[in-house]
């Protein structure tokens, strides 16, 4: 007998959201999102760098957050490295054109940017692919713009910008009874 299998799933699991991210939509077909499954050890150093950035940037949530991967049987993370632009003109950058955004100084705090619109709508899709099909599978999970900063800022990931989420498959939702902490 095998008492709860279902925990050695979580890898299999974990690629298979991260499957539903490569193949969601791309504005113009172009792929510029980037994908990771982190080590267990991984795992650990994030929670930790989460930590380091709450000090940095005093929010007190990324140590919340941070527990919330110690606590997680797996993270993934989805990227953008972006390679380009929409070449549409449309302005949702805050640049007049497509041209003036790409002859602007990037500027490199947790995420670099400014970036094309497109490829942020490419991240979210990606992302909410990968959460639905979370969702699918039945794990519990949570989108964390905390884990994607920190992974960045920290270059655990080489992408622009990134989300986290997290992924539990346990009794009960660690994810949902989240103490609230905000800046002080």
């Given at each position: 007998m095998k008492?709860?299998?279902e925990l050695e799933s979580i890898e299999t699991l974990a690629k298979?959201?991260?499957?539903?991210?490569?193949?969601?939509?791309?504005?113009?077909?172009?792929?510029?999102?980037?994908?990771?499954?982190?080590?267990?050890?991984e795992k650990s150093e994030l929670a930790s760098r989460m930590e380091e950035l709450s000090e940095i940037k005093d929010l007190k949530f990324l140590i919340r957050d941070a527990k919330n991967v110690r606590d997680a049987d797996a993270i993934v993370l989805i990227g953008l490295k972006a390679s380009g632009v929409g070449s549409l003109d449309c302005g949702a950058c805050g640049f007049e054109t497509c041209k003036k955004m790409l002859?602007?100084?990037?500027?490199?705090?947790?995420?670099?940017?400014?970036q094309c619109?497109?490829?942020?709508?490419?991240?979210?899709?990606?992302?909410?692919?990968?959460?639905?099909?979370?969702?699918?599978?039945?794990?519990?999970?949570?989108?964390?713009?905390?884990?994607?900063?920190?992974?960045?800022?920290?270059?655990?990931?080489?992408?622009?910008?990134?989300?986290?989420?997290p992924l539990s498959i346990k009794g009960k939702n660690v994810f949902f009874d989240r103490e609230s902490t905000r800046k002080s």
């Open positions: 008492l709860n299998p298979i959201m991260l499957t539903a991210a490569r193949t969601a939509p791309k504005g113009k077909g172009i792929d510029d999102i980037v994908t990771c499954l982190l080590s267990p050890e002859e602007h100084e990037k500027v490199r705090k947790e995420f670099l940017g400014p619109m497109i490829k942020y709508l490419d991240l979210g899709i990606a992302v909410g692919s990968a959460a639905a099909k979370a969702k699918d599978l039945c794990i519990d999970n949570r989108i964390m713009y905390s884990a994607g900063a920190a992974a960045c800022y920290f270059e655990m990931i080489d992408a622009d910008t990134a989300m986290g989420i």
